[in-house]
Structures are given as structure tokens and as C-alpha cells.
């Protein structure tokens, strides 16, 4: 479905500096239908930047990115939604006199019955008659935000569907329902595929596989029963009584 071919992203060091840094460095990697992806690894990474630039919100230096057989490299962002890419930011907007079911209805491209915007809200575990007619502005909390873009997301209905740290910001009832509507939505041969960037291990284990990424390049890949142990180690660093305990694992 995704392929990514030696993918290298920098941006100038300073404003109108020809001297850049390397945030992606030369990442490849294939991601296939019917797939649940996780992306983990340190903070400042690449991990959110490597979601951004599959969603065409950031372009590559150089590299190629290919989506359903297709060179999409230098695709827009709405072309490359019309074929079939989703994406929940880490920091949602905020749309002021939007209602909360004109944009859901924004999102799938049509209109929605009151049944389907009721099942995409309580699959985020919000109450669609506390939310379907309020505005998606400064009224709501980060969280409610959060939870409304993924709902958005389930209601476009794509091919792949990408979120940045969809747990941010969300309270713990809320992430498990979350966590179960991952599970049942992409847990099943459908002919999509989803990439969660994470830092949760619950999300973690319930992939089909996980991508470590750590100073722009591709560390780790595998499954969660085999990369949980590395990611510890990786964290953990330089103990080396805790780092026994880890591979004892």
C-alpha cells in the first residue's frame, strides 16, 4: 500500500541559512494492507515529521513516496486525501461557527444520517446529543477536540489512516474506548491499513508491527513482542542491572 525509498527531509539550521539539518535520514521502509503500524521512539526523532511528510504536509528533500503504485512524492495534500489518506494531527484546529456535525459530514464527503454521526462520536466516547450542535471552537477542551478529529477521520473512511498521538489529551475511559475502536476498525482484513505514532504501549501491543525511529533514521521494525524488550533497552541507556532485567524478558 506505502512505500517509502530512501526518504531524506532537512530544513535551513536558521531563517535564510544555507547550511541545513537532516531530520529524516534516508528512512525506507513498506507498509502493506491490512496493516496496524505503530511509529515509536524519542522525542524530536522524526517520528511526527515522517507522518507529515506521508500526509504531504511536508515535502521530502529527496526520496520517493509511493501510495497504491503511484508516485505521490509531490502530490498535495488534497490530492493525496482523494486517493486515500487520512490524518489526525497531534494538535487538532479549531474551526469557529463550524458544527461539530457539518464537519463530520466535511469529512466523509456527504450527507450523514444522525445514526452514523451518533456511532462515529460514541466510538471516541463522546454523546452525540452533547456535541453534534456545538461549534468546534475554543469551547471545547483539547481533549473533546481530539477525540471530535478522530471521529472525523472514521467518518472519511480512508485507505490509510494516520494518527499523531491520537491519546493525547484524553482522559483514561476515553483511551481505552479508543484503544477498542483501533482494534475492532483495523484488527480485520478490510483493504486498510492505519500508522499510530505512540509512545503507549497499550497502542503498542496491539499493532501488527512497530517502527522504531530515533534521530531520523529507522532503528528498530518488528513485532511488539520483539521490539517492547529494544525500546526498554533503548530507554534504560547505560543501567546495567536494569538492562539484564530487560533481556531477561
Known amino acids: 500500500m506505502l512505500e517509502l525509498q530512501d526518504i531524506v527531509f532537512e530544513v535551513p539550521l536558521a531563517e535564510g541559512s544555507r547550511e541545513t539539518k537532516r531530520i529524516i535520514d534516508g528512512i525506507s521502509l513498506t507498509i502493506d494492507t491490512d496493516k496496524f503500524v505503530v511509529i515509536t521512539g524519542p522525542n ?6 515522517l507522518a ?19 508516485d505521490i512524492t509531490n502530490a498535495s ?5 482523494r486517493m486515500g489518506v487520512g490524518y489526525g494531527f497531534q494538535q487538532p484546529a479549531r474551526f469557529k461557527g463550524m458544527k461539530v456535525k457539518k464537519l463530520l459530514e466535511l469529512a466523509a464527503g456527504k450527507r450523514l ?23 468546534v471552537d475554543k469551547s471545547l477542551s483539547g481533549g473533546e477536540l481530539k ?3 478522530i471521529a472525523t477521520v472514521l467518518a472519511a ?3 490509510l489512516a494516520i494518527y499523531d498521538e491520537p491519546e493525547a489529551g484524553i482522559d483514561l475511559w476515553s483511551f481505552d474506548r479508543l484503544t477498542q475502536t483501533f482494534k475492532q476498525l483495523y484488527k480485520q482484513e478490510n483493504g486498510k491499513s492505519i500508522i499510530i505514532i505512540s509512545h503507549q504501549e497499550r497502542i503498542i501491543s496491539l499493532a501488527d508491527e512497530v517502527i522504531v525511529v530515533g534521530d ?20 534504560l541507556g547505560g543501567c546495567p542491572v536494569l538492562n539484564k532485567e530487560v533481556h531477561a524478558l
Request: aromatic share 4%; glycine share 12%.
Open 77 to 81: 495534500i488534497t490530492e493525496r486525501a
Open 147 to 149: 477525540r471530535i478529529e
Open 52 to 70: 507529515k511528510l506521508i500526509m504531504g504536509i511536508e515535502k521530502p528533500t529527496s526520496g520517493k513516496i509511493i501510495f497504491k503504485g503511484q
Open 157 to 159: 473512511n480512508p485507505d
Open 216 to 235: 531520523g533514521t529507522l532503528r528498530h521494525r518488528g513485532t511488539p513482542k520483539a521490539i517492547l524488550p529494544r525500546i526498554l533497552t533503548d530507554t
Open 113 to 135: 444520517p444522525m445514526l452514523a454521526c451518533n456511532e462515529y462520536l460514541s466510538e471516541v466516547g463522546l454523546c452525540s446529543a452533547n456535541y453534534l450542535t456545538r461549534e
Open 44 to 49: 524530536g526523532g522524526g517520528k511526527s515529521t
